[in-house]
T-cell receptor, first 110, second 117 residues
Framework: RKEVEQDPGPFNVPEGATVAFNCTYS??????FFWYRQDCRKEPKLLMS???SGNEDGRFTAQLNRASQYISLLIRDSKLSDSATYLC???????????FGTGTRLQVFP | DAGVIQSPRHEVTEMGQEVTLRCKPI?????LFWYRQTMMRGLELLIY????????DSGMPEDRFSAKMPNASFSTLKIQPSEPRDSAVYFC???????????????FGDGTRLSIL
């Protein structure tokens, strides 16, 4: 079983739609959580950290459920420019290693 | 500000040849990470350094792979001899000290697209 699992997608949604991605992690000792975004043939970039109480950054909302070991990302009012692969990332307690999921691809169409 | 700089951007070589990938981290960053990305396996951590010292190389596939960080501003990843299955995108990333919360983001370079024929 992979340490971080994501639905690969693709999720094809129209502009203005709301879309949600989930991610599950297997190691209960995981301490920090992030969403990274990767555009086609580009490097991953940090989108947002995920805090225990949930957090919002504009149209993006991230939530963490430690009991069920899953993380979610909600994107409201999708834009064409949101088309990318979204990587769920986990860091384990006591290490500096980040474990990346294989990503969920989002395609927003006009 | 200059980001993480990797070279070369693309490399195509024949199997059996030595390949050297280079990385210059962001000035002042304490951590440097080498990743490999393929369609099948996603982004995998190969090795990481803290203050130029290798901390965890458990992700290095086999003895054909080696990495060094002779100083704070330069690191290399070598593959010798190279094989077709090494074809992938290799990313270097750097970050500031993680700190207790571990919230420091990793900044990635543009990657090296490696093709072994």
């Amino acid at each position: 079983r992979k340490e971080v699992e994501q639905d690969p997608g693709p999720f094809n949604v129209p502009e203005g739609a709301t879309v949600a991605f989930n991610c599950t992690y297997s190691n209960s000792a995981s301490q920090s959580f992030f969403w990274y975004r990767q555009d086609c043939r580009k490097e991953p970039k940090l989108l947002m950290s995920v805090y225990s109480s949930g957090n919002e950054d504009g149209r993006f909302t991230a939530q963490l459920n430690r009991a069920s070991q899953y993380i979610s990302l909600l994107i409201r009012d999708s834009k064409l420019s949101d088309s990318a692969t979204y990587l769920c990332v986990v860091r384990q307690l006591g290490t500096d290693k980040l474990i990346f999921g294989t990503g969920t691809r989002l395609q927003v169409f006009p | 500000d200059a980001g993480v700089i990797q070279s070369p951007r693309h490399e195509v070589t024949e199997m059996g040849q030595e390949v050297t990938l280079r990385c210059k981290p962001i000035s002042g960053h304490d951590y440097l990470f080498w990743y490999r990305q393929t369609m099948m396996r996603g982004l995998e951590l190969l090795i990481y350094f803290n203050n130029n010292v290798p901390i965890d190389d458990s992700g290095m596939p086999e003895d054909r792979f080696s990495a060094k960080m002779p100083n704070a501003s330069f690191s290399t990843l070598k593959i010798q001899p190279s094989e077709p299955r090494d074809s992938a995108v290799y990313f270097c990333a750097s970050s500031l000290v993680s700190g207790a919360a571990g919230k420091q983001p990793q900044h990635f370079g543009d990657g090296t697209r490696l093709s072994i024929l």
